[in-house]
């Protein structure tokens, strides 16, 4: 459980910066730093010092939709079954120089 900013009339939560509970609306100043944050409920743009967009999704070239909560969501999933794979070759590696100092 953390402390979260609000972001827009989408909501969108960011813990970026020293996080107070506040609600943020388009064109008010904001105290962090400019750039694009990417929260599970859609995209934020600042830019000098102020909070510019919130935008629910993005949108490809094609016209699809693409949700960041899903867009993390993917990217954790295939995060961890990296680990897992990494894991999985460190285990195979190990035994297999153990076989290996038995001959």
């Known amino acids: 459980m953390g402390v979260y900013d609000h972001y827009g009339e989408e909501a969108v939560q960011l813990k970026v910066g020293p996080c107070e509970l506040k ?15 990417i929260g599970w409920e859609g995209i934020v743009v600042i830019h000098e010092g102020k909070l510019l967009h919130v935008y629910p999704c993005l949108i490809t070239k094609y016209g699809e939709e693409l949700y ?16 897992e794979d990494g894991v999985q070759n460190e285990e195979q590696k190990t035994s297999t120089e153990a076989d290996e100092g038995e001959d």
């Not at 064109?27 to 750039?35: F, H, L, Q």
């Not at 960041?68 to 680990?83: F, I, K, Q, S, T």
């Open 23 to 37: 609600q943020y609306n388009v064109g008010d100043k904001v105290d962090i730093r400019d750039g694009v944050y």
């Open 68 to 83: 960041p909560g899903d867009v993390m969501r993917n990217l954790l999933e295939e995060a961890l079954r990296g680990l």
